[in-house]
């Protein structure tokens, strides 16, 4: 039931519960391959685990170009010879009206919500085949399981993360995890890619009012993962108290 020495690849490690989940699953001695798109705080990150542990790397990652995702699998596996948990993390949430119409916007959420999530089952599944042993840990959302306005295609691409990963967990077999964590309001930099500026203003301001630490979330992470082989932690929700 020991993280201590299992190899973990994480996605949008840079930042907010990338980040978090790294330093914690560093401090109980898993060995981490982390990527993103931002090299500086990613280096910045890596520089922090490594006066601790030298069992960490990176490089950087774009979830969107499939090659990438592949190359961040495979240095898990040239660098400490196996992988045991990936965890999809990357994503956005340029929400707004959907009479906006902002399609780039419904384009991007797509690439990197759904498609990088299906780039990372892609590389990872097999290679968890082969070693007969894996885990797909995907954050989620509690967007879409309360649907409201103005979050139609970002709820919808994360519905449609949630449907994958139960599909996935039904064909995965006696021997794979599947686990899907949905977070609510937490304080990370998710605003950062909103583009409708009504709807980060209000999102940014119930952020401040009700948002978590990415510690809780990374706490959800650790708790699927530290399960005994046969123990497959199929959904969990963390968000705040105060969050209706």
């Known amino acids: 039931m020991s993280i201590e020495n299992k190899v973990v690849v994480i996605t949008g490690a840079s930042s907010g519960i990338g980040r978090a989940t790294a330093i914690m699953l560093a401090k109980q001695g898993a060995k981490l391959v982390l990527g993103a798109r931002r090299e500086a705080p990613l280096k910045e990150l890596v520089n922090e685990i490594s006066a601790y542990s030298s069992d960490v790397t990176y490089v950087l990652t774009d979830v969107r170009n499939r090659k990438d995702m592949q190359c961040l699998v495979n240095?898990?596996?040239?660098?400490?010879?196996?992988?045991?948990?990936?965890?999809?993390?990357?994503?956005?949430?340029?929400?707004?009206?959907?009479?906006?119409?902002?399609?780039?916007?419904?384009?991007a959420m797509i690439d990197i919500n759904l498609k990088g999530y299906l780039y990372g089952i892609a590389a990872a599944l097999p290679i968890f085949r082969k070693q007969e042993t894996g885990h797909f840990v995907s954050i989620i959302s509690t967007s879409g399981l309360r649907v409201v306005a103005g979050q139609a295609v970002y709820a919808g691409t994360k519905n449609a993360v949630r449907t994958i990963n139960e599909a996935l967990r039904i064909?995965?077999?006696?021997?794979?995890?599947?686990?899907?964590?949905?977070?609510?309001?937490?304080?990370?930099?998710?605003?950062?890619?909103?583009?409708?500026?009504?709807?980060?203003?209000?999102?940014?301001?119930?952020?401040?009012?009700?948002?978590?630490?990415?510690?809780?979330?990374?706490?959800?992470?650790?708790?699927?993962?530290?399960?005994?082989?046969?123990?497959?932690?199929?959904?969990?929700?963390?968000?705040?108290?105060?969050?209706?």
């Open 75 to 107: 240095l898990a596996c040239s660098r400490f010879g196996r992988l045991d948990v990936l965890i999809a993390n990357a994503g956005i949430g340029p929400i707004s009206p959907i009479d906006e119409l902002r399609v780039e916007d419904w384009e």
């Open 171 to 244: 064909e995965a077999g006696a021997n794979l995890r599947v686990t899907g964590v949905s977070p609510g309001f937490v304080k990370t930099q998710f605003t950062d890619s909103m583009t409708d500026p009504v709807m980060k203003e209000k999102v940014k301001a119930a952020m401040d009012i009700m948002g978590i630490s990415p510690d809780a979330i990374a706490r959800a992470i650790i708790f699927a993962i530290d399960q005994p082989d046969d123990v497959d932690v199929g959904d969990i929700v963390v968000r705040p108290t105060a969050q209706a």
